[in-house]
């Protein structure tokens, strides 16, 4: 394949990119509202649960690099299919789980085999998308991913109510079924003769990939995923706290809220995001969309009526909606060749942030209640300096 394309109306090819994020997204975001009650059915503590959640999270970091450097060296369609072989079996070995191990197991399955759809899914867009339009198509499979986290729990919930095992069949189906659809209908973007160039190179350590990217331009791309990343988990695993303890919130408002949060991140990715960076570049959306995450977390603190946490929390929605495609679009175009290798290192950078924000999130959290938005603040509000002294070294013009 590996002909440029111009999008337009959304190709068969992207349209199964998206599908088999969605599938992905929506079935984590299933695990939301059921989990807690799973784990306790099985004896388990919330330590437990925090332990059950952070496997899936490092599995990703350990996994991501390696998978996106097999997709260069035996093709997108083939990991995009193990991936979600992989995935479907996970969520089927939650549905069947009768003990803890079970359950353990299953993450950490799904961990590596959910990390194998994303960078290939990303460097499929690379290889076949116009420098032009890039953006968009980094910003659609983005939408995607941000659909199956706003419909997830609510699905979720919803399907509980004829079994609390029956979410991870429905999960485990669909992940069945997208395999199907990508073995049949998605066409491979790499041609022959590139598989053969990369199989014939040299293979690297993960360490020497990470020691690669730190000395290029690379490196400074990866930490700006990892504090994008690391804001959002900081602000998902702390908020609904929060807005119980010290808003007062019910369950249902904080159900709405993540609800408007999701629904402002894919509206923006399907309807703004192309035409944002056309005008401005990816370096200026990057710089301004941390400014405005960090504004969000200091508003947090200072905000406590249900209006302004809205307004609060939309902003923050906003600055994360932005961030994820403009990062990922600098990334893939910086990368003139191995996208699969790239991809996978900057989906190992956004899983080692989903795992220390929690961390963070928590343990501050238990000394003050403001803590974990000071400090996603000051983090927020530190990049813009550090994303202006790279595009400047590296004269990124991405208009």
């Known amino acids: 394949?590996?002909?440029?394309?111009?999008?337009?109306?959304?190709?068969?090819?992207?349209?199964?990119?998206?599908?088999?994020?969605?599938?992905?997204?929506?079935?984590?975001?299933?695990?939301?509202?059921?989990?807690?009650?799973?784990?306790?059915?099985?004896?388990?503590?919330?330590?437990?649960?925090?332990?059950?959640?952070?496997?899936?999270?490092?599995?990703?970091?350990?996994?991501?690099?390696?998978?996106?450097?097999?997709?260069?060296?035996?093709?997108?369609?083939?990991?995009?299919?193990?991936?979600?072989?992989?995935?479907?079996?996970?969520?089927?070995?939650?549905?069947?789980?009768h003990s803890l191990w079970m359950l353990f197991l299953s993450r950490i399955v799904a961990g590596l085999f959910g990390t194998a759809v994303m960078p290939a899914a990303m460097a499929y867009v690379g290889d076949v998308t116009t420098h032009e339009e890039r953006a968009k198509g980094m910003g659609l499979i983005s939408a995607a991913m941000g659909l199956g986290i706003v419909i997830g729990p609510a699905l979720g919930g919803w399907l509980s109510h004829w079994g609390i095992r029956v979410p991870f069949f429905t999960a485990g189906f669909s992940a069945l079924a997208a395999v199907f659809l990508t073995l049949f209908?998605?066409?491979?973007?790499?041609?022959?003769?590139?598989?053969?160039?990369?199989?014939?190179?040299?293979?690297?350590?993960?360490?020497?990939?990470?020691?690669?990217?730190?000395?290029?331009?690379?490196g400074p791309l990866f930490i700006f995923l990892l504090i994008m990343s690391f804001g959002?988990?900081?602000?998902?695993?702390?908020?609904?706290?929060?807005?119980?303890?010290?808003?007062?919130?019910?369950?249902?408002?904080?159900g709405w809220i993540f609800l408007?949060?999701?629904?402002?991140?894919?509206?923006?990715?399907?309807?703004?995001?192309?035409?944002?960076v056309k005008r401005f570049g990816q370096a200026t959306i990057v710089t301004v969309s941390f400014c405005i995450g960090g504004v969000a977390f200091l508003l947090l603190i200072f905000f406590h009526s249900l209006w302004m946490i809205v307004v609060a929390t939309g902003l923050f929605s906003v600055s994360n909606a932005l961030l994820r495609p403009a990062l990922n679009t600098l990334v893939?175009?910086?990368?003139?060749?191995?996208?699969?290798?790239?991809?996978?290192?900057?989906?190992?950078?956004?899983?080692?942030?989903?795992?220390?924000?929690?961390?963070v999130a928590t343990q501050s959290y238990n000394q003050a209640f403001f803590m974990p938005f000071v400090i996603g603040?000051?983090?927020?509000?530190?990049?813009p300096y550090f994303v202006l002294r790279w595009k400047r070294k590296y004269v990124i013009r991405s208009k």
């Open 1 to 97: 394949m590996n002909s440029r394309v111009s999008i337009g109306r959304v190709p068969s090819f992207l349209f199964l990119l998206m599908l088999n994020l969605w599938i992905v997204m929506t079935a984590i975001g299933l695990v939301v509202p059921i989990l807690p009650f799973y784990v306790k059915s099985f004896g388990a503590s919330a330590e437990t649960l925090g332990l059950l959640v952070a496997s899936y999270s490092i599995m990703q970091f350990l996994s991501a690099s390696f998978w996106g450097r097999w997709s260069d060296r035996y093709g997108r369609k083939p990991i995009l299919v193990i991936g979600m072989m992989g995935f479907c079996l996970a969520e089927f070995l939650f549905a069947f789980a």
């Open 332 to 359: 893939s175009r910086m990368t003139k060749e191995k996208q699969g290798e790239t991809m996978g290192l900057s989906n190992g950078a956004v899983s080692l942030g989903n795992v220390i924000g929690p961390i």
């Open 377 to 383: 603040s000051i983090v927020m509000f530190t990049m």
């Open 260 to 276: 408007w949060i999701g629904l402002i991140g894919v509206l923006l990715q399907i309807f703004a995001l192309d035409r944002l």
């Open 185 to 218: 209908f998605l066409r491979e973007s790499l041609t022959k003769q590139e598989i053969a160039y990369n199989r014939a190179q040299k293979g690297r350590s993960f360490f020497v990939q990470i020691c690669a990217a730190a000395k290029s331009c690379m």
């Open 232 to 254: 959002l988990a900081n602000f998902q695993s702390i908020f609904s706290f929060y807005a119980m303890d010290r808003l007062h919130f019910s369950a249902a408002q904080i």
